[in-house]
């Protein structure tokens, strides 16, 4: 069992930056794949980027380049950090935790899902 808590969220102007964080609690943290998802209003949620292990990393296309995921097995943490942020961004964005054994983008791979915390970038 794994509870995740999001925090970090706010309100930035487009071009800003933001940097979440998830606190993981489980003594098997290592072993999950970690993700960000977002969801914005009347759209389905979607992925943002995860992460296997600390070893790879991977991205949605509207994330690369500006959007870095790590994690910290010591501290069982896992952040976003947001750059260039444009007001197509703005969402709720989650923290995710799955068993799975390979790299998944889809929400249902997930098991664990945190609260939420609201992004908002003004124009």
Not at 14 to 42: E, H, I, K
Request: charged fraction near 15%; hydrophobic fraction near 30%.
């Amino acid at each position: 069992q794994v509870q995740l808590v999001e925090s970090g969220g706010g309100l930035v102007q487009a071009g800003g930056s933001l940097r979440l964080s998830c606190a993981a609690s489980g003594r098997t943290f290592s072993t999950y794949v970690m993700a960000w998802f977002r969801q914005a209003p009347g759209k389905e949620r979607e992925f943002v980027a995860g992460d296997r292990s600390g070893a790879y990393q991977y991205y949605a296309d509207s994330a690369k380049g500006r959007f870095t995921i790590s994690r910290d097995n010591v501290k069982t943490t896992v952040t976003l950090q947001m750059n260039s942020l444009k007001p197509e961004d703005t969402a709720v964005y989650y923290c995710a935790a799955s068993t799975s054994d390979y790299t998944p983008r889809q929400p249902t791979a997930y098991n664990y899902w945190g609260q939420g915390t609201q992004v908002t970038v003004s124009s």
